[in-house]
């Protein structure tokens, strides 16, 4: 490494100077490349710049760290097309000299981007290159930069190329300055400081940087452990509050309404293709610009086609099947086979919904936690959901009559409640709700005929582990359940997570046969 | 009849005799159409039995061969490409005059994604429909499950996907890629300086036997060479896996500090959560590249590839590759598929193993006619050695082992879901269907050995 730079130096040294010695500079060009120099006549500078151009060809690896240094110093973003086109060219030993070049420049020039996630980028990107002469950008940038997070990686990423310095002192800085960062990524380097130091012929240096690395490692590994707690805890809310959105809908149909209906699932596909239906309609008749609101223009029609399909449903099929559970359960599963299979025709295995600019990415809440924003999108909409549907249950007409019509469906009719309009719009409406769960879960996952059937099974689960008919026993399994299934997933393992939740479910069942909060539904009277 | 007829056939030859001249009656009229229908239905089928007969003295029957790939189920979005292009191929010999002059016949069959009904349709292509060789399978599963069937009906089978190796059948030719080369030369290029110098390798993939037999391969091989098992994470998730976000928690840590790639086997609707949920969580292609081996240009159609663009994938074959025949090949499937109104028509992509899928049928036409008979056991000895002009680049099959001479590409993905070729094998990669690294003492040979053989 030391020996390289001296060379370095030494050459650009050479370069230097043959720039000022015109007698020189001749041998030189001469001697990089066959080629006459054909901008003799122009300024020093540029003709530096052509000369490293040239000499990055060069045969002689000297010459070529030489040219590299001098165009990483000198050069800026406006030369990577021409060493872009060099490196097309160039065989592959010159394509390996040019890569951290052309790495380097660009992200030097990305460092002032407008976008801050590409500012970050370039910082990250600066300290994996482990080149020394980036230090001086990223201080410069991290001056004027004002997202606290992308400072924050520049700070992290100059004492990480610190860590390359020659001086002791400023290693020694870097390495309590990383500490202080709590930085994640410098976790590997600190423990190769700290082995170098554990040697037995190591250096005072080595082993006075050990220490300080201890410290720092020790700092930095109790950090990550409460963020890692923290992002569990988020998981679990966040697959807790998929589950939950995903359940609503069938907690009213098998819990208020005692219906098994294994369309369910189809239902929440229906709601994923009307919102890519929804996008392919901006698609073709909108300007791009207004292109990101197709996801909340899918919202009504999600719900609005799926309580539409569900009504159809109801009306045709499951209202001469109230009370009989065995026979809903096959009419609506082979319902579901039916709308699988006119999906998988229609549309086809691949369809995409592009998620909205506002959906992507996430947000840096502190050092180590970085949360998704479409996930805190499902929690919120989640949130919202149990507050709607509370509200439209315990506090409206149409609610009482609903919850009515579930505890003595004769005395209802008797005191003038249509029982049948009553049963059909319950049903549109959880159809609705499964719909919307469609709408948002498009936002993490396939919109494919599948796409029920990979939650039906869950959605159950929650419902009977909650107790059916009781919309709190839906919102606590969901959270149980979800919670726990991410606290097991990182020492099992996904599969084995799933297994255990299972397991779970089923003893707790068999300790509680009727789920967390006891049922008082249409089918607890029969 | 006699007596009851006369009044009506007055009526009628009234009624003839005011539209036509001839007066003669309703049933001669009959009996004369009758007589001349069935006089050109018999000369028709003469004719035709001539012109069979003909051809039968010209150039023989056609050829049957049997197509056994699922058109429904969860399969189907992958296998009903490769019925495509094998039927395509069939009807490209066709046109040029068949093999040894005699037409191609395609049986195809639908499995129905159904492992048992793999094995039944397999019995019926070659016991009923006594088809010469079938064109088939996509997952190992269903490939195991045939593979007694045509073993013990000395059947021939091409099979055209990327496997786990491990396999040696006397009965089966392997058009797809073994192991090592796909999967290792791949994660040889990421540690190379080239492809980055990769020092930590996650491996992940769904819960099956390729992505476990493929990450046992992989992790004795960067075990052999110098990878610490601290640097090797290993990890699975059940088919149709959606919440990926404990992994890719794992990943972020796993990667932090750089030089960590991600091997993925994941396998079918799982790619979506998964690469959504890592670039959601702040990962780029940069922190850490995916490398996968289950993600062709036909699996990306559709999808959205803002989170995928930057991730690499290897396979044999790209639709990208810059070839003449492949171009040619290209433009050629594109145009098969609106010809015959199949869905997506003109925006059909061609991917590695449907190519794979498409030389098969051209490596069995030349062996047919090299050996001069569609006989299983003439045909196989054919096979060996024969070369063809695939789309990708000339592949050639191996003298003995049954498996491909193939060339490795990593692609990386653009945001058009098509494929930049950043690194090419130099020449053909020899398939080792018993690998070095964990198997080491096995080898497969049907010419000096009986299959399977320990090397001394």
Request: with cysteine.
């Amino acid at each position: 490494m030391k020996g390289w730079r001296c060379a370095a130096v030494v050459t650009l040294l050479m370069l230097v100077s043959a720039v000022t010695d015109p007698q020189q500079r001749l041998l030189f060009a001469e001697e990089v490349s066959s080629q006459p120099s054909e901008t003799a006549s122009a300024s020093v500078a540029v003709l530096s710049i052509e000369q490293a151009l040239l000499g990055i060809q060069s045969d002689d690896a000297a010459v070529r760290q030489a040219s590299a240094t001098f165009l990483i110093e000198k050069g800026d973003a406006g030369l990577i097309p021409k060493l872009d086109d060099i490196r097309a060219e160039g065989s592959r030993i010159v394509r390996q000299t040019i890569k951290p070049v052309v790495d380097l420049l660009k992200n030097k020039a990305n460092l002032t981007n407008e976008s801050p996630d590409f500012r970050r980028s370039a910082a990250a990107d600066l300290a994996l290159t482990g080149r020394v002469e980036a230090i001086p950008y990223l201080k410069e940038a991290a001056d004027k930069e004002d997202v606290w997070w992308v400072r924050y990686t520049m700070e992290e990423s100059w004492h990480l190329l610190e860590l390359n310095s020659d001086d002791p002192a400023v290693r020694l800085e870097a390495v309590k300055k990383l500490g202080e960062l709590r930085s994640l990524n410098s976790l590997s380097t600190l423990k190769e400081l700290i082995e170098a130091g554990e040697q037995s012929e190591a250096t005072e240096q080595q082993k006075e940087l050990a220490a300080a690395g201890r410290a720092a490692v020790e700092r930095i590994e109790t950090w990550s452990m409460w963020a890692g707690v923290l992002e569990t805890l988020f998981r679990g809310i966040s697959l807790s509050s998929i589950l939950l959105i995903m359940s609503l809908g069938l907690a009213i149909v098998f819990g208020l309404m005692g219906v098994i209906n294994m369309a369910h699932g189809e239902l929440m596909m229906i709601g994923a293709y009307a919102t890519y239906v929804t996008q392919q309609a901006f698609i073709a008749w909108f300007s791009p610009d207004v292109f990101d609101w197709y996801f909340p223009a899918a919202l009504p029609v999600a719900f609005l086609t799926a309580a539409a399909v569900g009504w159809v449903l109801e009306a045709t099929v499951i209202r001469f099947l109230y009370g009989r559970l065995l026979e809903t359960l096959l009419a609506t599963w082979g319902i579901s086979l039916i709308l699988m299979q006119a999906a998988r025709v229609y549309f086809g295995d691949l369809t995409a919904v592009i998620a909205p600019q506002a959906l992507r990415g996430g947000a840096q809440v502190m050092v180590g936690v970085y949360l998704p924003y479409n996930r805190i999108f499902i929690i919120v909409l989640s949130i919202v959901c149990v507050v709607g549907v509370y509200y439209l249950l315990f506090r409206s007409n149409l609610g009482m009559r609903v919850r009515a019509v579930t505890q003595n469906r004769n005395m209802s009719a008797c005191l003038g409640i249509p029982t049948r309009k009553v049963d059909s719009y319950t049903f549109a409406f959880a159809s609705g709700l499964a719909g919307v769960a469609g709408w948002a879960l498009t936002m993490v996952g396939n919109v494919d005929p599948g796409l029920g059937q990979n939650y039906i099974v869950d959605s159950f689960m929650v419902v009977v582990t909650g107790g059916v008919g009781k919309l709190a026993g839906t919102i606590w399994a969901s959270l149980g359940i979800g919670g726990l299934n991410k606290v097991i997933e990182p020492f099992t393992g996904a599969v084995y997570g799933k297994v255990f939740i299972l397991l779970g479910v089923i003893l707790f069942l068999q300790w509680r046969p009727s789920g967390l909060f006891a049922a008082k539904g249409r089918s607890a009277d029969a | 009849m006699e007596t009851g007829m006369p009044p009506c056939t007055e009526n009628l030859s009234k009624t003839e005799e005011s539209t036509t001249d001839s007066g003669s009656s309703r049933r001669e009229f009959l009996s004369q159409s009758g007589k001349i229908a069935a006089g050109v239905g018999v000369a028709a089928l003469l004719g035709n039995l001539g012109n069979y007969a003909l051809s039968y003295a010209a150039s023989g029957p056609p050829i049957k061969i049997g197509v056994l790939h699922s058109l429904s189920g969860t399969m189907a979005i992958s296998e009903v490409s490769l019925r495509d292009v094998v039927l395509m191929a069939v009807e490209e010999i066709n046109k040029a005059g068949g093999v040894m002059g005699r037409e191609i016949q395609p049986v195809v069959v639908d499995p129905a994604s159904n492992w048992d009904l793999f094995a039944e349709k397999a019995k019926q292509l070659l016991l009923q429909d006594k088809v010469s060789v079938v064109f088939g399978c996509w997952t190992s599963v269903s490939r195991k499950s045939v593979l007694p069937v045509f073993e013990k009906n000395n059947g021939l089978l091409f099979y055209p996907v990327q496997y786990e190796g491990e396999e040696c059948s006397r009965n089966v030719f392997y058009t797809g890629a073994a192991v090592n080369q796909q999967a290792q030369p791949a994660v040889e290029y990421l540690m190379s300086p080239e492809g980055g110098s990769y020092k930590k390798f996650y491996l992940l993939g769904s819960d099956y036997v390729y992505p476990r037999t493929t990450n046992k391969i992989l992790r004795a091989m960067l075990l052999a060479k110098g990878v610490p098992p601290a640097n090797i994470a290993e990890e699975y998730t059940p088919f149709h896996h959606q919440d990926y976000q404990t992994i890719c928690g794992k990943i972020k840590k796993f990667a932090a500090g750089g030089g960590a790639a991600v091997i993925s086997t994941i396998n079918g609707d799982s790619n979506v959560p998964f690469y959504k949920e890592f670039a959601n969580q702040g990962l780029r292609a940069e922190d850490a590249p995916i490398m996968a081996f289950s993600v062709a240009e036909d699996e990306l159609r559709g999808m959205d590839t803002t989170a995928l663009v930057g991730h690499l994938a290897a396979w044999n074959y790209f639709q990208s590759v810059d070839t003449p025949q492949n171009k040619k090949f290209v433009a050629n499937f594109k145009a098969y598929c609106k010809r015959n109104n199949l869905p997506d028509g003109e925006n059909r992509v061609t991917d590695d193993p449907i190519e794979a899928a498409y030389f098969g049928v051209y490596v069995w036409k030349q062996a047919v006619e090299q050996a001069g008979s569609t006989e299983v056991d003439k045909v196989r000895r054919a096979v060996y050695n024969q070369k063809f002009l695939a789309p990708g680049g000339t592949i050639m099959m191996d003298c003995c082992n049954h498996h491909t001479h193939k060339p490795v590409l990593i692609g990386e993905i653009l945001k058009d879901g098509q494929f930049k070729v950043i690194w090419r094998s130099k020449g053909l990669v020899k398939p080792e269907p018993w690998s070095e690294f964990t198997n080491p003492e096995k080898g497969c040979d049907w010419v000096n050995h009986q299959g399977t053989y320990q090397k001394k």
